[in-house]
């Protein structure tokens, strides 16, 4: 058992919601050959994608609009989505099939068990993690994914020099990536000591990031290679 799983506290929680009939169509659909089923032994990207190129993680990646931009801007890479919400994965699967993108590919599962059983360590060119939930209440601080644990884990699926960017739009938030992603040895920040990053043109601006400049809120990104 790895200290990930040890005690471990879900970082998310299943909310209630139904597809639309959109969704609920593209997901039968599509999912065949676009999801991919948890199994618990290393997946074949070769074979889930029908060709070998970059490989990008995304954790939680809602709705999944922006997830789609990139991989439409970016076509020869392959792209894995992890959602645990059924309505985000079946708006993501429609908007591929409206956007004819077909370099993507889902798991509808808990994040921590695909990295731990699916994942090959060293496989990754790019993690990234987008605007997680930043339970900013200070008893449900526990609950954030990012910690030094779960970052050591997604550090090692990296390949040496790949990626990984954090995004958040909560200030304290931010603070605490850039403490746990600068004290960890393996990860070297690609802006001077404790500094973020503008946003990447490659990211797209997403709901939630219009929705924090509406309120007033900042955006921090954290970008961080695998030394």
Known sequence: MTDIDKRRIRSYVLRRGRMTPGQQRAYEQNWQRC????????LDFAAAFGRAGPLVLEIGFGMGQSLVEMAA????????GIEVHRPGVGRLLHAMEERKVDNIRVYCHDAVEILRDCIPDGSLDTVQIFFPDPWHKKRHNKRRLIKPPFVEHLVSKLKPGGTLHLATDWENYAEQMMEVLSATATLANTQPAKQYA???????LTKFELRGERLGHGVWDLIFVRR
Not at 35 to 42: D, E, N, R, V
Not at 73 to 80: E, K, R, S
Not at 198 to 204: G, L, S
Request: proline content about 22%; overall charge neutral.
């Open 73 to 80: 801007a970016a076509a020869d890479t392959n792209f894995i």
């Open 198 to 204: 503008p946003r990447p043109e490659h990211r797209p």
């Open 35 to 42: 999801g991919l089923a948890y199994s618990p032994q290393p």
